[in-house]
Nanobody, 123 residues
Framework: QVQLVESGGGLVQTGATLRLSCVVSGRPWRTYAMGWFRQAPGKEREFVAAISLSGGSTDYVDSVKGRFTISRDNAKNTVYLQMNSLKPEDTALYYC????????????????WGRGTQVTVSS
């Protein structure tokens, strides 16, 4: 069974930095394209960032370009989201997702999901 576990969220002030992690486990092991999504109270779940199986391609929503960086370490079965210059509007529950073939901007197309990690940015 494939499992995704996010960590690294917290309560921080405007301008702070957080690094989210998502560890993928399951047998037999395979590499997945990975994505990050977020959902704030009363809002729709939105795409944040994605990375290809090899890490050679990435994609970001416009609102986080220049501030967030997605990366992966396949030897550790882990994908990261480096979040710099955090703003109150970044406050949300952040989810990671995995797909066997490619990444997407639409959450419904992913094969597996984690339970999320909360990021709260105070003003």
């Amino acid at each position: 069974q494939v499992q995704l576990v996010e960590s690294g969220g917290g309560l921080v002030q405007t301008g702070a930095t957080l690094r989210l992690s998502c560890v993928v486990s399951g047998r037999p092991w395979r590499t997945y394209a990975m994505g990050w999504f977020r959902q704030a109270p009363g809002k729709e779940r939105e795409f944040v960032a994605a990375i290809s199986l090899s890490g050679g391609s990435t994609d970001y929503v416009d609102s986080v370009k220049g501030r967030f960086t997605i990366s992966r370490d396949n030897a550790k079965n882990t994908v990261y989201l480096q979040m710099n210059s955090l703003k109150p509007e970044d406050t949300a529950l952040y989810y990671c997702a995995a797909d066997r073939q490619s990444y997407h901007r639409t959450w419904r197309e992913y094969d597996y999901w984690g339970r999320g990690t909360q990021v709260t940015v105070s003003s």
